[in-house]
């Protein structure tokens, strides 16, 4: 049992070398600590023998306060509280801040797209993801690749296999010797569980180790899965879900961007017949530099998209591809590299698809990536919303909380609406997902799914102008109270250009509706 203090006690403990303070009914002997004190040891000998807590969460978050439970001596005897908050908020824990977590997730809501199992499956990612946030942050900061143990770790955990999508492949899972975070069934995993996993990972406030924890990998392993051989299955599936394998995805040339039919990379065969021999460059792949195997978009045939063609290339067994990390300017995580193929041989069998259909499996790839994007960015927003209003209570101005300003409680009404607005789109979609069965069917998602993406880099842009604004310096520094609007950020406009540009998911959006306009439409 911890001892106890009156105040009185504690107001005894208030000069240099001997100082305790009160922080939410707890009481901490920062003598030797004030020495180290990053903000200096005159700020702490100012509130020494007092309550702090006011002036702590103005200026540190709670994990803060966890970090530094050892300073803890005991608890003030006229505690309201039974236990520590520390003990009170668990790290895992979901949020009772509204609009902080989905809404059809909550109990007093009713919702046709989630069940237990939704709310089951999030409570268990939560508690994997926040267990790897110390890490996380950690190798942000300090701009590290993460290890293969801690991709490993990410397979280990179900969080490759959670990220991909419901198909064949969760039903093989036991085989492939791949858990589900909570023991889901992958044959009940549907897209809603998946939406799910996306948004718990955007919830760490680390754009580029979230996309270091394979991005590039969740785009370059869906062509095998939907399109490789028997053989390619075979030998890459598993590993693959297991984080043993690392996949990227070739598309983007320097010069050719959204602009896919424009692809520069050939692919020739060789006079053998038995292998397509590579030369070419693609800049801005991700994890390519810690990549296993590339799936590259090529020229086999003519100009234009029907002379496009997919392929594997098995970096272990093939030799002529070099890597050049890029450093964007929101990480050196993600392994972002320029590759070039030099007279890479590639066997023929290698081969996805038939020659020709390039196009087509690119672009069966993008809808997936977009929809993926809108769920990185939105749950980003929805955590920076939930940062806001936490500092905005506990921030003061003029003398009162910033929250009793008119036009701060103004700023999150706007990010509220605009964010939750574009949220239920990105569920109508889902859900469309959830019931089509054949790629014929998901083209039709290919405008909506544009569009959102475009509706949602717009809306991330907004919540974090307002964001930025609420928490003034400290959203613009990459620690302390505003460290994840600071990393959305430098992410924002990666997010409004890569899996296609803003313009050409509106374009794309606007010109699938005229395909399908009708000709009697008249005003």
């Not at 100082?19 to 939410?24: D, L, Y």
């Not at 520390?86 to 919702?111: C, F, K, T, W």
């Not at 809808?367 to 806001?388: F, K, P, T, Y």
């Amino acid at each position: 049992m911890s001892k106890t203090f009156t105040r009185k006690e504690v107001a005894q403990h208030a000069v240099a070398g001997d100082m305790w303070v009160v922080i939410e009914e707890d009481v901490y002997d920062l003598s030797k600590f004030a020495r180290m004190h990053p903000g200096g040891e005159a700020v702490l000998t100012e509130f020494a023998g007092q309550d702090a807590t006011d002036i702590f969460f103005e200026q540190h978050k709670l994990d803060v306060l966890r970090k530094y439970q050892r300073l803890k001596i005991g608890r003030v005897a006229d505690a309201k509280q039974k236990t520590s908050i520390v003990d009170r908020v668990a790290p895992d824990a979901l949020s009772g801040v509204e609009y902080a977590e989905i809404a059809g997730l909550d109990a007093r809501y009713h919702s046709f797209y989630y069940n237990e199992s939704h709310r089951e499956f999030r409570a268990a990612c939560r508690k994997i993801i926040e267990g790897m946030r110390a890490t996380t942050e950690q190798y942000d900061k300090a701009g590290k690749e993460p290890t293969r143990a801690m991709l490993k770790q990410v397979g280990t955990d179900g969080l490759f296999a959670a990220r991909l999508g419901p198909g064949y492949w969760m039903h093989e899972l036991e085989k492939h010797g791949v858990k589900l975070p909570g023991g889901l069934d992958g044959k009940k995993f549907d897209q809603f569980h998946e939406a799910i996993a996306h948004v718990e990972f955007a919830r760490l406030g680390t754009p580029g180790m979230v996309d270091a924890y394979g991005s590039g990998h969740l785009i370059g392993l869906p062509p095998i899965l939907h399109f490789g051989t028997p053989a390619m299955k075979e030998k890459y599936v598993g590993p693959g879900l297991r984080g043993e394998c690392i996949c990227a995805l070739a598309i983007t040339e320097p010069f050719v961007g959204s602009d896919v039919a424009g692809i520069k990379t050939t692919a020739k065969k060789s006079a053998c017949g038995k292998y397509y021999v590579l030369n070419g460059a693609k800049k801005w792949i991700t994890n390519a530099s810690y990549a296993d195997v590339f799936v590259v978009a090529v020229r086999t045939g003519g100009k234009g998209a029907k002379g496009l063609s997919m392929v594997l290339v098995d970096a272990k067994e093939s030799s002529g591809i070099t890597c050049k990390k890029i450093e964007t300017s929101y990480t050196k995580c993600a392994g972002t590299s320029y590759v070039e193929f030099k007279d890479v041989k590639v066997p023929v069998e290698n081969l996805m698809g038939k020659e020709g259909e390039g196009f087509k499996l690119v672009m069966h790839n993008f809808n997936h990536e977009r929809w993926v994007i809108i769920l990185n960015v939105l749950g980003q927003s929805r955590a920076i919303i939930e940062d806001c209003f936490k500092w905005a209570k506990q921030r003061k101005v003029f003398g009162k909380p910033l929250i009793e300003q008119p036009v701060i409680r103004f700023k999150l009404a706007r990010m509220i609406s605009h964010m939750e607005s574009c949220w239920a789109w990105l569920e109508a979609i889902t859900n469309e997902m959830n019931r089509m069965e054949t790629f014929a069917e998901r083209q039709t998602l290919g405008g909506p799914t544009a569009l959102c993406k475009f509706h949602a880099t717009r809306t991330q842009q907004l919540v974090i102008d307002e964001a930025v604004q609420i928490f003034g310096g400290r959203g613009l520094t990459k620690s302390g109270m505003g460290a994840r609007l600071e990393g959305a950020f430098r992410f924002s406009k990666t997010a409004a250009v890569y899996g296609g540009s803003e313009e050409i998911c509106a374009e794309l959006g606007v010109k699938q509706a005229l395909r399908n306009f009708p000709k009697d439409a008249k005003l």
